[in-house]
């Protein structure tokens, strides 16, 4: 089943999303930090969201990094999964 799909009780399914890989997002800040791409064309040339971008610059000048640290991600899933009982 894909997102949008009804289950058998009539629920839509939403899937959540997954995080970017480590290559990925340092492919994407590359090109914006140092090939002087700007977010806009940043954003159309990954096909993802200027506010991914717009997140990953604010963290890696808040952090020095770009990643989720893993507690952020456990508690989205947690409430995500909560919200799926």
Known sequence: MGLGDKSLHGEYLISMAQPYSDDFWQKVMQAIEL???S?????QLFNIGSNTINLWCHRKAQTGDVKHN??????????HNKGMN
């Open 39 to 43: 977010k806009s064309d940043g954003s």
């Open 35 to 37: 090939d002087g791409l």
């Open 70 to 79: 893993m507690r952020e991600i456990q508690v989205k899933q947690a409430l």
